[in-house]
């Protein structure tokens, strides 16, 4: 179960840390609207495949 979350939050985290932003310093707030996009992303491919 924590590699699936681990892999989930893998977007976000790369970015959060190539901007130097700590959890502590909004980087949770940083890390969710990157998640958001690229899941989202993957999310609207995948339909668009079944449309």
């Known amino acids: 179960m924590k590699t699936l979350l681990w892999l989930f939050l893998l977007p976000g985290d790369l970015v959060r840390q190539k901007l130097g932003i700590t959890v502590e310093q909004d980087g949770g707030l940083i890390r969710s609207f ?4 690229f899941w989202g992303a993957i999310a609207l491919l995948v339909a668009l495949n079944y449309v």
């Open 34 to 37: 990157i998640n958001m996009c």
